[in-house]
């Protein structure tokens, strides 16, 4: 994660330098003195920016760009509304500050009924109190048919507990639903909010979610033509509250967003704390569905006393939300796209640290200071607890489309790597990538797997640098059309060269020797090593050809069929040294060996075989590189520690169907 840390420019109580302090990178901001629906002037949003750049941040994320009422109605006004906002994200990419947060609940954001639940130690959380709600609904707002929108029992007590109101207690309440949070529009008076609430009598859910998703349609095109990712913020709590649709509190409604409007860049933000707000919601299941257009993170949890009854947590990692799995499928999403996600410790307890300064309600400098501790916390921890980090891994043929992809995950879960490909220059390239993208642990290494004197070099290499090697990847190999016979069957009709009795036999001998005797001599090499270091683990590359061989590639099966076979008897042989051998069979995954066998010229149409090997696949489609990752990490680090010999295949199941 990217750390930020919301700042409400210079009304907030926390100095820039308290929050550069904090040891965050990214300011998260607005232009807090602008009015909802007002263009934001470039000088306005460059002074701010300079003030975060002088404090030594960078302002990343606005937060956020209100959308004006009008917009939500689509009352009168809203087209120059939506004109206003284009122009701001006109002058914000000008500023070059390209995330946006906002929301699109109606009148209300979000709301909570205290914001000052005292805790047992005396600091002070946020709380949304379903009956105080419901008695502010019945008694104070007195909206008509407010009963049915409440449980029961929770109507029972409201009407018992309400009489006993003092007026202070009612005051707070009103206060605490309809103004006083930070980032809302307007703060209202009771009369207003009725008034507010009568323009959406005919405003339902099917037509609110109709005006979003024709205001993002209308603005997106704007947005990605400047790269401007739009994050929209879940409704907190995530359900309808005083009658008023709400859209965006479900896994349903955001991947209807996602479909009705398809533009990558329009995506969410992932906020955890509000997404808790429904007992209903599973926020994991949530997050893997929509990771793809996460652009922005809050974390916070919250716990729940009974029924729709909750307060956020005095830590920012236990209660209702799964904030570890969370964080660990962050994590992943990062590592899929090379990129970090700025992520802000959302609101935290107000505490005897902050007793002499006004904060907004749930942005105290002490109470996020430990949030963002403790997730730093996890994901220090999780980085640096897993099973591959630390481990020296050679991994040869690592130049390869899946051996890219590979080494990438390897490093950022904090394994050292020798890059090793034929060519040196693609071993620097590949090595340049990785630091480019943060990972400085990788070694470019020049090795011809056939050539035992080029192997032992490197070895010597990897040792120089390292000390150890302490896992060998053999990835290098491949087919080539040369030892490939064009026809999948001898007939009278093919020519007698496009069969096995045309077959180069310096083709085949190369295929054949380049998989096997390629597996061959850098086990042999790097095993000596780990066996004269304790132990280690070898993983082998396999192929669908390995358990049934495919037509025209007779020297590549011959010779998968071979490693598996090896795998079996080196696992064997080297046990009793602590080192496990084992290997990996990809299923179909497009790569530069057999290409021209899958797709046509054009690299989009299925050649017949393309089409042959989608229709024994029972998931219907090749792999992706990254479906190798865990599986690779798996047989590679301790979690596996009784596993050797196997050959695992990852194959979407074309191992499993006969194809009938
Ligand atoms: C609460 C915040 C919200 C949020 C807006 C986004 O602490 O998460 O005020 O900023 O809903 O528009």
Redesign the pocket.
């Known amino acids: 994660m990217k750390q930020g840390w919301r700042w409400y420019g210079t009304n907030d109580a926390i100095s820039l330098k308290e929050i550069r302090q904090a040891g965050v990178t990214d300011v998260v901001a607005a232009l807090y003195e602008r009015k909802c629906g007002d263009v934001w002037p470039v000088e306005e949003i460059k002074a701010r920016q300079e003030a975060v750049r002088n404090a030594g941040m960078e302002w990343s994320v606005v ?2 760009v ?1 959308v004006h009422e009008s917009i939500k109605k689509r009352s009168a006004g809203y087209k120059k509304y939506i004109e206003n906002y284009k122009q701001t994200m006109r002058n914000l990419a000008e500023c070059g500050i390209k995330t946006v ?3 699109f ?1 109606p009148i209300l ?2 709301t909570r009924s205290n914001l000052e639940k005292e805790l047992p130690d005396g600091s002070t959380v946020l709380e949304y109190d379903d009956v105080a709600v419901c008695a502010f609904d019945l008694f104070l707002l007195k909206r008509k048919g407010a009963e049915k929108d409440y449980p029961a029992d929770v109507v029972k007590r409201a009407k018992k507990e309400f009489p006993k109101w003092s007026s202070a207690k009612k005051k707070t309440v009103s206060d605490s639903i309809l103004l006083g ?4 529009v307007d703060d209202l008076t009771i009369e207003e909010f009725r008034e507010q609430l009568k323009a959406y009598a005919n405003i339902d859910d099917k037509k609110l979610r109709g005006n979003l998703y024709k205001f993002l349609n209308e603005i997106a095109p704007l947005c990605q033509e400047l790269g401007i990712k739009m994050a929209i ?1 879940p409704d ?1 709590p995530p359900r309808p509250i005083f009658g008023l649709p709400r859209i965006l509190s479900t896994e349903a409604d955001i991947l209807e967003m996602y479909e009705k409007v398809p533009y990558e860049n329009i995506g969410l ?1 992932f ?1 955890t704390g ?1 997404l808790g707000g429904n007992p209903l919601n599973d926020e994991v299941r949530i997050f893997k569905a929509a990771a793809k257009r996460i652009h922005f993170v ?1 974390f916070r949890n919250v716990v729940y006393s009974e029924g729709r009854t909750f307060n956020e947590s005095p830590c920012h990692l236990s209660g209702k939300v799964d904030i570890a799995r969370l964080m660990k499928l962050l994590i992943e999403e990062e590592n899929r796209r090379g990129e970090q996600i700025v992520v802000r410790p ?2 935290g307890r107000f505490m005897e640290i902050d007793k002499n300064r006004k904060c907004y309600a ?2 105290s400098y002490g109470g996020r200071l430990v949030g963002l501790a403790e997730l730093r916390g996890l994901e220090y921890a999780l980085k640096h607890t897993d099973d591959v980090a630390g481990k020296v891994i050679v991994f040869t043929g690592a130049t390869g489309v899946l051996g890219t992809t590979l080494v990438e995950d390897l490093l950022s879960h904090g394994a050292k790597v020798a890059i090793c490909g034929l060519k040196l220059a693609d071993a620097e390239t590949a090595v340049a990538a990785m630091a480019k993208k943060g990972y400085t642990d990788a070694l470019p290494i020049e090795m011809n797997v056939l050539d035992r004197a080029s192997v032992e070099a490197a070895r010597d290499a990897v040792l120089k640098k390292w000390g150890r090697v302490d896992v060998l990847v053999n990835a290098a190999g491949g087919n080539h059309p040369n030892g490939t016979s064009p026809a999948e069957q001898m007939t009278k009709d093919v020519k007698i060269e496009d069969t096995f009795f045309g077959l180069d036999m310096a083709g085949f001998e190369f295929v054949n020797k380049l998989n096997f005797i390629g597996t061959l001599i850098p086990s042999q090499v790097f095993c000596k090593v780990m066996a004269d270091n304790g132990g280690g683990s070898v993983l082998n590359f396999c192929s669908m050809a390995a358990y049934q061989p495919m037509t025209k590639v007779a020297a590549y099966a011959a010779a998968k069929a071979g490693i598996m076979n090896f795998t079996m008897w080196l696992a064997t042989h080297l046990a009793p040294m602590n080192i496990r051998v084992n290997a990996l069979a990809p299923g179909f995954f497009i790569t530069n060996q057999n290409r021209f066998l899958l797709l046509e010229k054009d690299e989009k149409t299925l050649t017949a075989r393309g089409n042959k090997v989608i229709n024994k696949t029972p998931m219907r489609k090749f792999g992706e590189p990254k479906d190798l990752c865990s599986a690779t990490r798996f047989l590679l680090s301790d979690e596996s520690s009784f596993v050797t010999g196997v050959t695992l295949p990852v194959d979407g199941g074309f191992v499993a169907y006969s194809g009938v």
């Open positions: 937060e956020s209100p947060c906002y929301n609940m954001d979000w949070l930070p980032g809302t913020h907190d933000t906020c509000s809050h959302d609101h749930g942005y």
